[in-house]
């Protein structure tokens, strides 16, 4: 039995020793971890000058609309688009251009694209194509005022919301 404790104690110390070696070494190591960098320039700012209001007045029945309304891209380098324009209500209903009637409804016509009521108008490439870097795009409005619009000034009819997307 003595024997067996005996053995049993000398392999338990042999197994620390064994395990404790690293634990005693003279030198040490030194390990280079390489340090991966992506970097991903996907944001570019978009510099681009807009209408701060696109004005229309009623003299006498007849609609009058300014004629040199124009988004700007007033960046050095990279293209723009219009990519959607939405007309909403204001304090007027936005009609159908096409088929326009209604009382205090207002309807437009942006670059050829006609309102059809609130919301966005449909619009292609044709009527908003790429502005280029430092290049303008004129935006041709017509509108249709309902006949039952009271004298006032500086009302605002509606709202046009217009997005614009960086091209690449």
């Not at 053995?7 to 003279?26: D, H, P, Q, W």
């Not at 701060?52 to 609609?63: D, Q």
């Not at 159908?96 to 292609?124: D, Q, R, W």
């Amino acid at each position: 039995m003595k024997a067996k404790r005996l053995s049993a104690l000398i392999l338990a110390v042999m197994l620390i020793l064994s395990l404790g070696t690293t634990a005693f070494a003279a030198e040490s190591t030194t390990a280079t971890v390489p340090v991966t960098l992506t970097v991903a320039n996907e944001y570019r700012a978009v510099n681009v000058t807009v209408p701060a209001s696109l004005p229309i007045e009623v003299i006498n029945g007849v609609v009058i609309t300014a004629d040199n309304a124009k988004i700007t891209n007033n960046s050095k380098t990279g293209a723009v688009q219009v990519t959607k324009i939405s007309v909403t209500d204001g304090a007027y209903k936005v009609g159908n251009y096409e088929s326009f009637s209604g009382n205090k409804t207002i309807a437009l016509k942006i670059n050829g694209c006609p309102t059809k009521g609130s919301g966005a108008l449909t619009i292609n490439s044709n009527a908003f194509p790429v502005i280029g870097a430092g290049a303008s795009q004129a935006l041709t409005y017509f509108a249709k005022v309902s006949g039952d619009a009271p004298n006032a000034e500086n009302v605002q009819a509606a709202n046009v919301v217009i997005t614009i997307s960086i091209v690449n």
